[in-house]
């Protein structure tokens, strides 16, 4: 009773904050909706390079340019003077030029990511051209398809994004929504006013971590349905595995808030220390991009923080209709950092 | 469960149970100490408040007198000392003793967006015997403000809720920790009258405070502090009586006060600077005044007016520390 009144509060406080609404139930939405919908295809965006218009074209020079276009880059022509000004200006990602005996690509340094592929792209119209050019049959290439890793299909960026989302939450809703508010509660002296009151404090607890509970679910369950309506985005797998993993998730990133929340005397020091925590792991724990590109030693650390596994089973479930069976090893890391934090939280937690 | 006024809940302390109830203080505090890292909060503080009175902690800031209640609240725990509270001690009867005390902290927190209405109903849920809501409500006049938002009251507003929610329970002992502490001076009365009704109610009250005045217009009994100890125990009468000079003589001066060395000398007795102000001490004002008066003239002393009035708390605090409350 003492505890669904004080659970019931919660949520009604909870009502009147529209800015903590906006953050925890509408903010994600507004991720996925926006990201999802830039990053609709899957495919990266079409590739350009500028061409420098030759004096007078050669043979060699069409079928060059004609290659490119069968390869589906864009090719703008421009006359030198007009190229150079637009080099100079840093818009341009490639720009390809006939010099006497051949040809000069040049890649603008900071646009490498573009720039690269357009060079791949180039050289192998360059291929082509040369191919025809001699009437040699043409280099064949090997088709491409893009699929997610798993035993069904679910292409776009959108159902990558939603359990990283999902994740997200819940390490903010624990470094938060827990350990920030506790912190300002022990700091405004909220906790010593229900100190001189009988009320047990477990149950103040209680009350607290059943109310982030249900937010979670309730989260969840939004943006599952906006994925949904919006993507088609369905959860692969079952909903059984889902449970357990975001219950996981949920007891070992309110640990943690709670235990970070015993190190610091001020809100702005545990600001500072959420901080350290929260940036990390959204940057490198795969919740936006894969970090297959990253160096491996920096893989082998993002692998232990609890993060990266968690995301690691939930996306296995939830993108490809996996199985727990396959990340035990990977669920034991996030259930050890769970016990860790909250052994920790047993003994740092202060009420004053 | 919601005990009226007016039936049991009018004289806790007088209530019909075993004797020894009856006879046990309210309060009783042997021995109190307690060091904070570098600097002696409570040296040494025994207390006796008994039932049905209104008891002071007077002192300047850092005196010691939150810490001390702290402590008497179960907040802090001493370092030595006994604390028996209406008969009982925290070791063995914690959540009872909660159960019977009222608290006011001196600041209260609330969530922003909670109604004062919300805030008694939730914390009253806290306790096995309860007040009405809107019982508290008026007794603090605070039910227009009933369902607006703890973060539009004002001050005033907000510390008569923080009272209302010390009654919430039907205490038989209070504690106010400067409950008047930087309220307008009309904000302060009806504090105070909140305070008078808690006394007629039968309750016992311990309240800290800085303000000399607002121990004399409240309290039964005083303990007045500094640097942790209590340096005087008694009602504010005695207290004053004690001083054995019940009347003060000021010298006021259109600007700062000058040097008194030589008027003190011709007058054959002390004087006191504050600020632009003299102060001079007597048991006998009317024997004083002429002297006074011709010393003035005889040193040539501009002061502007003289004014005799009756020896305050604030005169027993300095005579008894050579300081002033204020500073």
Not at chain 1, 6 to 12: L, S
Not at chain 2, 139 to 149: F, P, R, T
Not at chain 2, 314 to 326: I, K
Request: proline share 5%; with cysteine; aromatic share 8%.
């Amino acid at each position: 009773m003492m505890l669904w009144r004080q659970f019931a509060m919660e949520w009604r406080l909870y009502g009147r904050d529209r800015v903590a609404m906006f953050w925890t139930f509408a903010f994600p939405v507004i991720l996925l909706l926006g990201f999802g919908t830039i990053f609709r295809d899957g495919g990266s965006p079409k590739l350009s390079v500028v061409r420098v218009q030759a004096q007078a074209p050669s043979l060699r020079d069409a079928a060059l340019d004609q290659a490119l276009v069968d390869l589906q880059l864009k090719v703008q022509a421009l006359p030198k003077a007009e190229a150079e000004a637009r080099w100079a200006r840093g818009e341009t990602a490639a720009q390809l030029e006939t010099t006497g005996e051949g040809y000069r690509l040049r890649l603008n340094s900071y646009l490498m990511a573009q720039a690269g592929a357009t060079a791949g792209l180039v050289n192998q119209a360059w291929l082509m051209a040369q191919a025809r050019l001699n009437g040699a049959p043409e280099p064949g290439r090997i088709p491409v398809t893009v699929e997610s890793p798993g035993r069904k299909h679910s292409a776009n960026y959108a159902s990558f994004l939603l359990p990283g989302l999902l994740g997200l939450n819940l390490v903010s809703m624990g470094l938060f929504s827990v350990g920030m508010v506790n912190v300002s509660y022990r700091e405004k002296g909220k906790f010593r006013r229900l100190a001189v009151t009988p009320l047990p404090k477990w149950v103040f607890l209680l009350g607290q971590v059943l109310h982030r509970l249900t937010v979670t679910v309730i989260q969840a369950a939004i943006l599952l349905l906006v994925g949904r309506l919006a993507f088609g985005i369905e959860n692969q797998g079952s909903f059984l595995n889902l449970l357990v993993i975001m219950t996981l998730g949920t007891g070992c990133f309110m640990a943690f808030g709670f235990a970070l929340s015993g190190f610091a005397e001020t809100s702005e020091g545990y600001a500072a220390i959420s901080n350290l925590v929260f940036f990390p792991l959204m940057l490198l724990s795969g919740v936006y991009f894969t970090l297959d590109a990253a160096p491996a030693w920096l893989q082998h650390t993002v692998a232990l923080m609890p993060l990266a596994p968690f995301l690691r089973a939930l996306r296995a479930v939830f993108n490809d209709g996996g199985t727990l069976a396959g990340h035990g090893a990977g669920l034991a890391i996030v259930a050890a950092w769970g016990l860790a934090a909250f052994a920790l939280a047993v003994r740092r937690f202060r009420w004053a | 469960m919601t005990a009226s006024l007016s039936s049991q809940g009018s004289n806790p302390g007088m209530m019909v149970v075993p004797g020894v109830i009856m006879s046990t203080p309210a309060l009783r505090i042997r021995g109190l100490r307690k060091t904070f890292p570098k600097v002696l909060a409570v040296d040494g503080v025994d207390l006796e408040v008994a039932r049905g009175e209104v008891f002071g902690l007077l002192g300047p800031n850092g005196a010691g007198k939150t810490t001390t209640l702290e402590i008497i609240e179960g907040l802090t725990s001493a370092d030595s000392g006994d604390i028996e509270i209406l008969g009982l001690t925290w070791a063995d009867h914690g959540r009872e003793i909660r159960s019977r005390i009222g608290v006011q902290l001196q600041s209260t927190s609330l969530f922003n967006k909670i109604t004062p209405r919300e805030a008694l109903d939730l914390y009253g849920s806290y306790y096995p015997r309860r007040r009405g809501t809107d019982e508290l409500l008026d007794l603090v006049q605070l039910q227009e403000k009933a369902d607006a938002y703890h973060i539009t009251l004002s001050g005033g507003q907000q510390q008569r809720l923080a009272l209302a929610m010390a009654l919430v329970n039907d205490p038989e002992l209070v504690f106010l920790d400067e409950p008047t502490t930087g309220l307008d001076p009309q904000a302060r009365r009806s504090l105070w009258d909140v305070v008078r009704r808690m006394k007629g109610e039968g309750r016992t009250v311990v309240l800290t405070t800085h303000y000399m005045d607002e121990a004399e217009a409240l309290c039964d009994r005083l303990a007045i502090m500094d640097h942790g100890k209590v340096i005087a125990t008694g009602t504010p009468a005695s207290l004053i009586a004690d001083l054995a000079i019940p009347s003060v003589v000021e010298l006021a001066f259109a600007g700062e006060a000058p040097d008194a060395v030589a008027f003190s000398a011709r007058l054959g007795q002390g004087v006191e600077r504050r600020g632009d102000l003299w102060e001079i001490p007597t048991p006998d004002p009317k024997a004083l005044l002429p002297l006074l008066l011709e010393a003035a003239e005889a040193t040539a002393v501009p002061f502007q007016q003289v004014h005799i009035r009756r020896a305050t708390l604030e005169d027993v605090f300095l005579h008894r520390t050579g300081r002033s409350l204020r500073e």
